[in-house]
């Protein structure tokens, strides 16, 4: 079962614009959550995290949110720009076994001149 | 610093075969991962190790062997390969007690 879900698919906006991906999770062991963006033929690379203790966490253009009671997160980019084109994958795992993340089915982002 | 790398890039197996993948990393990484990427799916860990000589099953590890000789490396052997784990095979590793992994760039495994 997919404990880590990614409902869109795609995503398409305008330069300048914000980005908002947005993540879903049903275990609610979770507490550490991560988004990751992956480029054509490379490997994932780590973008931002957040711990359940906390509700947001801000790196430059990149914000997370995390809703607890919603089991729900997004990332968001502001402003967007064309290099932010990539997919998106939303992480979570739990601190009493960090090995094992979950992780969702990526938002491919596509951000337009 | 190369990170992490994965051997080969790609690879056409049929049915039946056998076959190793290897993954390096030069961070002096403690923890390191196999993962596999399907098509609408995310990342599906088969499994890790949290040291040398020390490995653990995933979420995905049937029909899957990995082995932990020495610390930079992690390798992942199919023994009998089946068109169900034609994939794209990722390598992390991280540091202890750490959440964020470090990826390979990926391998991409064909079996038919």
């Known amino acids: 079962d997919q404990q880590v879900k990614q409902n869109s698919p795609s995503l398409s906006v305008q330069e300048g614009r914000i980005s908002i991906l947005n993540c879903d999770y049903t275990?609610?062991?979770?507490?550490?959550f991560l988004w990751y963006k992956k480029y054509p033929a490379e490997g994932p690379t780590f973008l931002i995290s957040?711990?359940?203790?906390?509700d947001k966490n801000e790196d430059g253009r990149f914000t997370v949110f995390l809703n607890k009671s919603a089991k729900h997160l997004s990332l968001h980019i502001v402003p967007s720009q064309p290099g932010d084109s990539a997919v998106y994958f939303c992480?979570?795992?739990?601190?009493?076994?960090?090995?094992?993340?979950?992780f969702g089915a990526g938002t491919r982002l596509t951000v337009k001149p | 610093n190369a990170g992490v790398t994965q051997t080969p890039k790609f690879r056409v197996l049929k049915t039946g075969q056998s076959m190793t993948l290897l993954c390096a990393q030069d961070?002096?990484?403690?923890?390191m991962y196999w993962y596999r990427q399907d098509p609408g799916m995310g990342l599906r860990l088969i499994h890790y190790?949290?040291?040398?000589?020390?490995?653990a099953k995933g979420e995905v590890p049937d029909g899957y062997n990995v082995s932990r000789l020495k610390k930079q490396n992690f390798l992942l052997g199919l023994e009998s390969a089946a068109p169900s784990q034609t994939s794209v095979y990722f390598c992390?590793?991280?540091?202890?007690?750490?959440?964020?992994?470090?990826f390979g760039p990926g391998t991409r495994l064909t079996v038919t």
């Open positions: 961070m002096n990484h403690e923890y």
């Open positions: 190790s949290v040291g040398e000589g020390t490995t």
């Open positions: 992480a979570a795992t739990s601190g009493s076994n960090n090995n094992d993340m979950r």
């Open positions: 275990n609610s062991m979770f507490d550490y």
């Open positions: 957040i711990s359940s203790i906390k």
């Open positions: 992390a590793s991280s540091q202890f007690y750490k959440y964020e992994q470090y």
